[in-house]
């Protein structure tokens, strides 16, 4: 089955204590990023892939970073996670180009974090 | 700067007809995109609009005016599991995504 797969689901830490979010998608898709949504502010986009080795940063990268590595494996890190960081999210996944023109996001099925 | 809006809240009864709106004003424009959310679970893809007019997929509907920056999603013979959040999206010239906050859809009985 296509998917977009994160790890963990739920988490609860304290502050300082890194944590990192794993994201792995079996589609092939070129295009990875990670979202956190917050309650009143919709979808913000933190990082995003092009490819492997191939990273920029979104509207809201503070306090986190990425890796590509390999092309199925996006991880997001929090080196020292804060309470403003609690949120709920998600990695996408599309390919780069589309016969449609329609780049369709695949999303996880989320990450709950909440920093203590 | 970019921007996405759309009702934050929208209530309706099962069986009728509700057309939720979104405006844009972004860099560009390479296609807007519909997304259904239902609370706590993950965005799924409804449709995508590239060129002016009408898209139908059986009860959803989604119109484009790329002059006017605006576009809706009619959703016809609603039932109760459409009750969800309908998030607006933007690809700008960049090939980035603007999201709107999406539009919280109530049905009622």
């Known amino acids: 089955e296509a998917q977009v797969t994160q790890n963990p689901r739920y988490l609860i830490t304290v502050t300082g204590k890194k944590l990192t979010v794993t994201c792995s998608q079996n589609m092939n898709h070129e295009y990875m990023s990670w979202y956190r949504q917050d309650p009143g502010l919709g979808l913000r986009q933190i990082y995003y892939?092009?490819?492997?080795?191939?990273?920029d940063k979104g509207d809201v990268p503070e306090g986190y970073k990425v890796s590509r590595k390999e092309k199925r494996n996006f991880p997001l890190i929090l080196e020292s996670p804060s309470p403003n960081q609690t949120s709920l999210y998600f990695c996408a996944s599309s390919p780069i180009t589309s016969s449609s023109g329609a780049n369709v996001l695949t999303f996880g099925a989320g990450s709950r974090l909440t920093v203590l | 700067g970019q921007n996405i809006d759309q009702p934050t809240e929208m209530t309706a009864t099962e069986g009728a007809i509700v057309q939720i709106n979104c405006t844009y004003q972004?860099?560009?424009?390479?296609?807007l995109f519909w997304y259904q959310q239902h609370a706590g679970e993950a965005p799924t893809f409804l449709s995508y609009?590239?060129l002016d007019g009408l898209e139908e997929k059986g009860r959803f509907s989604s119109f484009l005016s790329r002059s006017k920056g605006y576009s809706y999603l009619l959703l016809k013979e609603l039932q109760m599991k459409d009750s969800a959040s309908y998030l607006c999206a933007v690809m700008d010239s960049n090939y980035q995504l603007i999201w709107g906050a999406g539009t919280k859809l109530i049905i009622k009985p």
């Open positions: 972004t860099s560009g424009f390479n296609g």
């Open positions: 892939s092009m490819n492997v080795e191939v990273t």
């Open positions: 609009n590239v």
